[in-house]
């Protein structure tokens, strides 16, 4: 099975801040990657996919990057909205869905 | 609007059963695959099963043997059979719907998760 091994784990921003973080797949995934935002107590949004497409009505401060085994979320201006916790999943070896254990973002 | 909404979560004694119900509204059901991801105590996610479009079934290790995922495209709704429940098994249960654009294939719609307790 591909681990995907994300960090950090938990990382403390303030508002305005531009942080990165990291997602790194046990073999090469092409851009098989993407990234979900969740909140306490909701379930799980997707916001990129294919390692850096935008979903739909997500905000352009959120970019993703890289391919390979080596994968970047970058949030720009950081938002009061987007303290959460954010998870990594690589989708190349199916239908074993793999999920990094997750990057709890805090003020 | 899509919307997912499972049910069927609850309280079961370890060795028991259960099953979890999603209804799925505002798309063409039929033509979608679909997910199971659960969230543990240990809050990671961690995907459980998935059924295609042809009805093909795929599990996790963790669960293979013991859960079933079923759909039923006339009434736009997901199943899963659980059996042999154990306390590792405790977790939210997600319905996902997965999509497919091109090569890459994401996870684009979740429920709101129902809760599965597995306690003596």
């Known amino acids: 099975d591909i681990q995907m091994t994300q960090s950090p784990s938990s990382l403390s921003a303030s508002v305005g801040d531009r942080v990165t973080i990291t997602c790194r797949a046990s073999?090469?995934?092409?851009?098989?990657l993407n990234w979900y935002q969740q909140k306490p107590g909701k379930a799980p949004k997707l916001l990129i996919y294919?390692?850096?497409s935008l979903q739909s009505g997500v905000p352009s401060r959120f970019s993703g990057s890289g391919s390979g085994t080596d994968f970047t979320l970058t949030i720009s201006n950081l938002q009061p909205e987007d303290f959460a916790t954010y998870y990594c999943?690589?989708?190349?070896?199916?239908?074993?869905?793999?999920f990094g254990q997750g990057t709890k973002l805090e003020i | 609007e899509v919307l997912l909404v499972e049910s069927g979560g609850g309280l079961v004694q370890p060795g028991g059963s259960l099953r979890l119900s999603c209804a799925a509204s505002?798309?063409?059901?039929?033509?979608?695959?679909m997910h199971w991801v659960r969230q543990g105590t240990e809050n990671g996610l961690e995907w459980v099963s998935t059924?295609?479009?042809?009805?093909?079934?795929y599990y996790a290790g963790s669960v293979k043997g013991r859960f079933t995922i079923s759909r039923e495209n006339a009434k736009n709704s997901l199943y899963l059979q659980m059996t042999s429940l154990r306390a590792g098994d405790t977790a939210v249960y997600f319905c996902?719907?997965?999509?497919?654009?091109?090569?890459?294939?994401?996870?684009?719609?979740w429920g709101q998760g129902t809760l599965v307790t597995v306690s003596s």
């Open positions: 996902v719907r997965g999509h497919a654009t091109g090569l890459k294939y994401y996870f684009d719609y």
């Open positions: 999943q690589q989708s190349y070896s199916t239908p074993q869905y793999t």
């Open positions: 505002g798309f063409t059901f039929s033509s979608y695959d």
């Open positions: 059924i295609g479009t042809a009805g093909d079934t």
């Open positions: 294919a390692a850096s």
């Open positions: 073999q090469r995934i092409g851009s098989y």
